[in-house]
C-alpha cells in the first residue's frame, strides 16, 4: 500500500493562493491515479482533481476548473495542487489519494475507487 503525507494546507483569505503537497512512498506501482478530495462537516467528501501516472492527463471538478492547478513531480513522488484565487467555499479538509489503476476520467471523481488516503490537511478561506 501506498502512503500519502500530505502538507501546505493554512488560512488564507479570498483571493489568496495556497499550494498542497502530497508525498508518496511504499509500494508505488508504474501507473496509478492520484487525486485530492476535499470534505467539510456538512458535505460528503467531494471530489477536486485528480491526474494519471505516468501520463499527464488530469480533471478537474468544475468548481475549480480554472482556479487549481494539479501536477506531479516524478523524481520526488509528489503530487502539488497549486490554488488560486481562492474563495471560502473552497475552506474544508483536503486529502491527497492514490489509486492502485490507472483510472478513466469517468471514474476519477469516485472517492472509493480510491486504494490509499493521506490524513488531510486543513485549508480555510476567510472572507
Known amino acids: 500500500q501506498v502512503q500519502l503525507v500530505e502538507s501546505g494546507g493554512g488560512l488564507v483569505q479570498a483571493g489568496g493562493s495556497l499550494r498542497l503537497s502530497c508525498a508518496a512512498s511504499?509500494?508505488?506501482?508504474?501507473?496509478?491515479?492520484m487525486g485530492w478530495f476535499r470534505q467539510t462537516p456538512n458535505v460528503e467528501r467531494e471530489f477536486v482533481a485528480a491526474?494519471?501516472?505516468?501520463?499527464?492527463?488530469?480533471y478537474y471538478a468544475d468548481s475549480v476548473k480554472g482556479r487549481f492547478t494539479i501536477s506531479r513531480d516524478n523524481a520526488k513522488n509528489t503530487v502539488y495542487l497549486q490554488m488560486n484565487s481562492l474563495k471560502p467555499e473552497d475552506t474544508g479538509v483536503y486529502y491527497c489519494?492514490?489509486?492502485?489503476?490507472?483510472?478513466?476520467?469517468?471514474?476519477?471523481?469516485?472517492?472509493?475507487?480510491?486504494?490509499?488516503w493521506g490524513q488531510g490537511t486543513q485549508v480555510t478561506v476567510s472572507s
Open positions: 491526474i494519471t501516472w505516468p501520463a499527464y492527463s488530469t
Open positions: 489519494a492514490a489509486s492502485d489503476n490507472i483510472l478513466p476520467i469517468f471514474l476519477m471523481r469516485i472517492s472509493a475507487r480510491y486504494d490509499s
Open positions: 511504499g509500494r508505488t506501482r508504474s501507473g496509478y491515479t
